[in-house]
């Protein structure tokens, strides 16, 4: 098994959901929807042979993108919306 | 690889969530959704593959609209509605 | 390409989240809902092609009122819920 | 075509998000979802042809739970949960 | 029809959404996910016959989780988080 | 039936949805999710064969994520986002 390295396993890079700025907001939501996956499947290898699945495929992209906008939701509100 | 340019990769589209009315609102979640695809994939000519599936696709259809509304619902929280 | 007309894409119809009440807001839902597919596919065929498909198949149908749910959030608490 | 009656198209049956209890709220949920799905598909022949499908299908049977359950979200709101 | 007794069919039971732990909470909200399901097919002898197709297909059972956690959201909410 | 053991069917594991972190609230989430499949799924043996299936399909993986998410949602606005 080619295991993650240790830093793609934090579920919450950086420690806190507290940005500067919307677009720092949104890679936060980004990483941490992808570490959630690592954290299910921490096999580098069988996370590359599901990359080209998923990456060309519309269906994938949009549940994908999803789980992104919900991830967005808690951050948003964890800044009140950078207003 | 066709690599998208620069401006279809920055995450939230003006780096605010504030807009002036909910029909900008409405448009910035969409470009927020797309471009939530477009980090996942960056390659044009992949997406352009993708395109012609989904579009004319029902269920695919519902499920990007989908997104479109949660992504909405925090412009709409963050503009407090435009009330 | 048998092109929607413009009101077929405007995002918010009547641009505002408010309304007299919980039935004309549920519509505004529903309107939303549509017209996210609209600018996603603006061709009038594609769209009445797949028309039959999921208007027929139960999935499909709990898929799009799931949408409706999500938009009906949103707008019932736009109006704070008509209380 | 089999047209429903028009009570089965009224999108928010009693017209208000309010109940006197979570029982009555969450049978409204369940209404609220039902009558979406007659506002898309109102031809009642096609419901009842698409019925034995869906209730016999577990996967159909907890996409439906889930749209009363996100519908039931915002009447339970629109109560205070009924505190 | 082997229809289920009616105590498996109310929808809140118990009659509120307020609980004296998180623990009790997150029962309630596995109750209410599996009563609008009872609601929708109250035919004990279809839901014992969908039991063993979903109770082992990993997509079912996220499914499944997912609209528990939607309905414990609510729950949640209601007792304020049991703060 | 290889029964999991009685922590393993825990609800709400530590009985509290409150945490001193972030990441200790992500890990909540995580736990909670499963646990939930757990008391859905109680064979052991049922879980492992689905284990390998879903760990290396893409959408499965996205539509955990997902589950995921909306758990952290509830944990995140119950610790006030960890301000």
Request: net charge negative; glycine share 4%; aromatic share 4%.
């Amino acid at each position: 098994m080619n295991h993650l390295p240790e830093e793609e396993l934090t579920m919450i890079p950086g420690g806190s959901l507290i940005t500067a700025t919307p677009e720092e907001g949104r890679s936060l939501a980004m990483m941490i929807a992808r570490h959630t996956i690592h954290n299910i499947q921490p096999d580098l290898d069988k996370l590359v042979a599901g990359r080209e699945t998923y990456a060309t495929d519309p269906d994938s992209l949009i549940a994908a993108s999803q789980v992104v906008a919900i991830e967005f939701q808690t951050i948003a509100a964890a800044n009140n919306y950078w207003k």
